[in-house]
Nanobody, 119 residues
Framework: VQLQASGGGLVQAGGSLRLSCVASGRTFIWDDLGWFRQAPGKEREFVAGISWSGGSTRCIDSVKGRFTISRESAKSTVYLQMNSLKPEDTAVYYC?????????????WGQGTQVTVSS
């Protein structure tokens, strides 16, 4: 099983990025998927999760109204649209699947994609 994350980069504050994560090796159609991030010197934290149907999403307060998680199950892909980026969003972003019931972690992890937001 592999999760391939992409879409990170360097962007100015207020800019946007779209992260993608493609799964291979098994299907996650019936699983919740999510994104986590880890900033330098900090622990990895949950950012956003989406239910297997796509009908329910959850995210941390600091990204509400700015980040949107979505999925294309037929393509085994999960996305994270990040708008109005702030310097404090700088981190390595990881996709995870399937998510634990409490969204605290995932069974499989992508390799991470670096997001750097300059002020």
């Amino acid at each position: 099983v592999q999760l391939q994350a992409s879409g990170g980069g360097l962007v100015q504050a207020g800019g946007s990025l779209r992260l993608s994560c493609v799964a291979s090796g098994r299907t996650f159609i019936w699983d919740d998927l999510g994104w986590f991030r880890q900033a330098p010197g900090k622990e990895r934290e949950f950012v956003a999760g989406i239910s297997w149907s796509g009908g329910s999403t959850r995210c941390i307060d600091s990204v509400k109204g700015r980040f949107t998680i979505s999925r294309e199950s037929a393509k085994s892909t999960v996305y994270l649209q990040m708008n109005s980026l702030k310097p404090e969003d700088t981190a390595v972003y990881y996709c995870a699947a399937p998510l634990r019931r409490d969204y605290s972690s995932g069974e499989y992890w992508g390799q991470g994609t670096q997001v750097t937001v300059s002020s």
